[in-house]
C-alpha cells in the first residue's frame, strides 16, 4: 500500500515538474534527438555487417560441407 501511494506522489510531482519545467524539458529532447539517431544508425550499421559476416559463414560452411561429402564419396567409390 505504501509503494502504490509513493508512486502516486511521484506520478504528481512528475506531472508537476513536465508542467513547470516545459521549456527545459523540450531543450533537453531536441538535444538528445540527434545523439539518439546517430547511436541507432550505428547499432543498425553494426547489426548489417554482424548479418552479413553470418551469412558468408554460413555460405563457406555448406561450401565446405559439401566438398567434404564429395571427398568421401569419391573415397568409397576407390575403396570399391
Known sequence: MLSI???LVFIGLGL???VVWL???LVVIKGS???MAALGGLIAVA???SSVKDERAAKEEEAAGT???ASEEAKEETKE
Open 23 to 25: 521549456a527545459d524539458l
Open 33 to 35: 534527438l540527434p545523439i
Open 67 to 69: 566438398a567434404d561429402t
Open 5 to 7: 501511494i509513493g508512486g
Open 16 to 18: 508537476l515538474g513536465i
Open 47 to 49: 547489426a548489417g555487417i
